[in-house]
């Protein structure tokens, strides 16, 4: 695509509930990333993906995180039992390689949890 | 852990005058990047620096890279409303990209 796609924009969930979070990177970048980022705070790095690989899943805050992508292409961030100190705005980013050169950002998927 | 420390956290300017923000790394980088957030908006890559002494020009944006490569800058000459959001560096750091904390500036007209 022209840009790396986040869906959804909005999500608003009830506290313990489960959601996933979409990214579409631009077609042909190797390189995927999460971030979080709340309101008026910085941005807080989650994972990479190099092709399919998740080298290093330190990031993610706890262990209902998860994320994966298949096929090279697309991911998934998922939340499982969702805290209402998870609401933030998560943005995903794709570059053509891992650590190399400009990052492009999604718009975001803004989540909140009630 | 090893941290990149962005100052100031808040810059107000009246518009005309000059802006700068700080990066700080206590180890050696092998390069940075900066990026500028529109609020509402997403980060937008700017530039990136490699070469220890570097500085780069973008119209009134000049960007440094220290010669010790563990600290960088981004100066704005007469700030306008347009450069209103909030500049981040962003540094490889351990196996992952680490943003700065970020400097928001807001521009009085």
């Known amino acids: 695509g022209a840009g790396v796609s986040q869906s959804p924009s909005n999500k608003v969930t009830e506290k313990g509930k489960d959601v996933e979070l979409r990214c579409d990177p631009i077609s042909g970048h190797t390189a995927l990333y999460w971030y979080r980022q709340s309101l008026g705070q910085g941005l807080e790095f989650l994972i990479y993906f190099q092709g399919n690989s998740a080298p290093d899943k330190s990031g993610l805050p706890s262990d209902r995180f998860s994320a994966e992508r298949t096929g090279g292409s697309v991911s998934t961030l998922t939340i499982q039992r969702t805290q209402q100190e998870d609401s933030a705005v998560y943005l995903c980013a794709s570059s053509l390689r891992l650590f190399t050169g400009e990052l492009f950002f999604g718009e975001g998927s803004r989540l909140t949890v009630l | 852990g090893q941290q990149v420390m962005q100052i100031p956290q808040y810059q107000h300017v009246q518009e005309g005058e000059d802006f700068t923000t700080y990066c700080n790394s206590s180890?050696?980088?092998?390069?940075i990047q900066w990026y500028k957030q529109r609020p509402g908006g997403h980060p937008v890559f700017l530039i990136q620096?490699?070469?220890?002494?570097e500085v780069k020009k973008q119209k009134r944006l000049t960007f440094q890279f220290g010669e010790a490569k563990k600290n960088s800058s981004l100066h704005i000459t007469a700030t306008q409303t347009t450069d209103v959001g909030t500049y981040f560096c962003a540094v490889n750091q351990g196996g992952k990209l680490i943003f700065g904390q970020g400097t928001e500036l807001s521009v009085k007209p």
């Open positions: 620096l490699v070469k220890s002494g």
């Open positions: 180890t050696t980088l092998s390069n």
